[in-house]
């Protein structure tokens, strides 16, 4: 069975910081998706990663993804306090059942 | 608005009863998937439908059930209340079977008191 794990699952940085957050899954895939979820919201679609090599960026954050090495980084740079927020990645698995994985989410709380 | 639908979007029920929450998808897409969340806790998949027909179950009480419409909204019921049902409960559709990766409905608020 695909897992998908993320850490850490809890983050506080000041801002100003650079971090990353990671995404480990067990199996192959070749599609990976990376949300936002503020507390109490929905998940808002941040990333979606088609293919090996594959990098994103939107601001302040920017999302790459290693097929071979079943890795995807979430690298958030010069931390504001607005970009506080839970972020998960989910991965398809491309199984009969459709259904894609998701981590248990990286909780980040990023201090004035 | 993503374009999913949830209704209500607070609900406060008691113990034992028996609730509705209802799902429109985006237009277009076919799947439907339903996810509970607990305080504190990450997204626990339920189950899923495919143009009408269920496609996958996850960690769904017996309690609770689903099903997905010729129109392709969706309803999970959820019967026999129990103080740990208070969730946040999350409905999500894709196109072509969650290949794109999933739009997600701004949720429901279910509290058992």
């Known amino acids: 069975e695909l897992k998908v794990e993320q850490n850490p699952l809890f983050l506080s940085m000041q801002e100003g910081k650079n971090y990353t957050i990671y995404c480990n899954y067990s199996t192959t895939s070749d599609r990976l998706y990376w949300y936002r979820q503020d507390p109490g919201k929905s998940l808002e679609s941040l990333f979606v990663l088609l293919s090996n090599g594959a990098v994103k960026q939107e601001g302040r954050l920017m999302a790459s993804l290693d097929t071979k090495a079943r890795l995807s980084t979430l690298h958030i740079t010069a931390a504001v306090h607005d970009l506080s927020a839970t972020y998960f990645c989910?991965?398809?698995?491309?199984?009969?059942?459709?259904?894609?994985?998701f981590g248990k989410g990286t909780r980040l709380h990023i201090l004035p | 608005d993503s374009g999913v639908t949830q209704t209500p979007k607070h609900l406060i029920t008691a113990t034992g009863q028996r609730v509705t929450l209802r799902c429109s998808p985006r237009s277009g897409d076919l799947s439907v998937y339903w996810y509970q969340q607990s305080l504190d806790q990450g997204l626990q998949f339920l189950i899923q439908y495919y143009n009408g027909e269920e496609r996958a179950k996850g960690n769904i009480l017996e309690r609770f059930s689903a099903q997905q419409f010729p129109d392709l909204h969706s309803e999970l019921n959820l019967s026999s209340l129990e103080l740990g049902d208070s969730a946040l409960y999350f409905c999500?559709?894709?196109?072509?079977?969650?290949?794109?990766?999933?739009?997600f409905g701004s949720g429901t608020r279910l509290t058992v008191v």
């Open positions: 989910a991965v398809d698995p491309a199984r009969r059942d459709d259904k894609i994985i």
């Open positions: 999500a559709s894709s196109v072509v079977r969650g290949r794109g990766g999933y739009t």
